[in-house]
């Protein structure tokens, strides 16, 4: 099925211009484009919010879950109680191509010696084919979450493919999302309660300490901020 990228966008940005949230989450899932949307998650630090949304508008949405291979057994753990309490019945498990893995990291510390390569190898790549065939993917991105996101959208479109990217809880603060979290009644990663503000892959994420933003554990020592999944 062909798509009107163009006109799926302006229709999306009209819906976004007055809500965020949930209420964006349903006119994005009940949408004419709704079928062809996936959500991306981590099951992360705050992911349970946005999984939650998407459950209660349409349990049966796709949703890639990108297994790198470096996850914290924690994420893995998160990861299967959230898709049995929130009924989710489309979780794909995207991973990295074997072949590329042990052609380019056979000895497991790629993150060590090129953590670009690697996040894209485990992260980019990977999402980039499960992505086919879709006009657009929620994310959990925020705008307190610092940096380039800063000024983030609720509706963009990817400059290179043209992809749809809905990002309902830009407008949110960390409040907000507890709040969100308490009032539904839904698990906490395990490792927030060890200081980990953002979680991300094993190796390369480390708590948050006092007065730090929330992604200052991804990457720490590194002149990096992103995966490369999103530019900001």
Sequence with gaps: ???????????????????????????????????????????????????????????????IFLDTGKLFPETLA?????????????????RPEP???????????????????????RKTEPLDQALDGFVGW?????????????????VEAEPTTGRLKINPLAHWDLEDIRHYRRLRQLPLHPLVAKGFASVGCRPCTSPTRPGEPPRAGRWRGLDKLECGIHRN
Excluded at 81 to 87: I, N, T
Excluded at 99 to 121: E, K, Q, V
Aim: with cysteine; net charge negative.
């Design 1 to 63: 099925m062909t798509l009107d990228g163009a006109a799926a966008l302006e229709k999306l940005r009209e819906a976004a211009a007055e809500t965020d949230g949930l209420a964006l989450v349903r006119a994005v899932l009940t949408s004419p484009v709704g079928r062809h949307i996936a959500l991306v998650s981590s099951f992360g630090a705050e992911s349970a919010v946005l999984l939650d949304m998407v459950a209660t508008v349409e349990p049966s949405t796709p949703v």
């Design 138 to 154: 929620i994310t959990g991105r925020k705008r307190f979450q610092g940096g380039a996101r800063a000024d983030l959208p609720l």
């Design 78 to 94: 998160h990861q299967r109680q959230l898709c049995a309490l929130l009924g989710l019945s489309d979780v794909r498990h995207v």
């Design 99 to 121: 072949l590329g893995l042990a052609h380019y990291d056979g000895t497991g510390d790629l993150y060590r010696r090129d953590p670009d390569f690697c996040c894209h190898l």
